[in-house]
């Protein structure tokens, strides 16, 4: 006869939608028994670089004949 054993460490995985809330959820968690360590996965910080080429493609990007023809479309 085989008993099954409860694993010793487990993990648990939380989406959530409003990123404001992350730290009062965390410390709601961290009140339960047994809860040890509560991480949060960093969001990936892109370069300038990276950021203007997901401004090209993502179509945030403007053109302009000259200087003069830049201000107006910048001042309206």
């Not at 008993?3 to 968690?29: C, F, Y």
């Amino acid at each position: 006869m085989q008993v099954a054993t409860m694993p010793s460490e487990g993990q648990i995985l939380v989406n959530i939608e409003d990123m404001s809330k992350l730290k009062d959820i965390k410390r709601a968690i961290s009140m339960l028994k047994g809860v040890g360590k509560i991480t949060a996965p960093r969001r990936k910080r892109y370069s300038s670089y990276e950021r203007s080429l997901r401004d090209l493609d993502e179509g945030r990007v403007y053109e302009a004949k000259d200087v003069d023809d830049l201000f107006k479309q910048c001042l309206g």
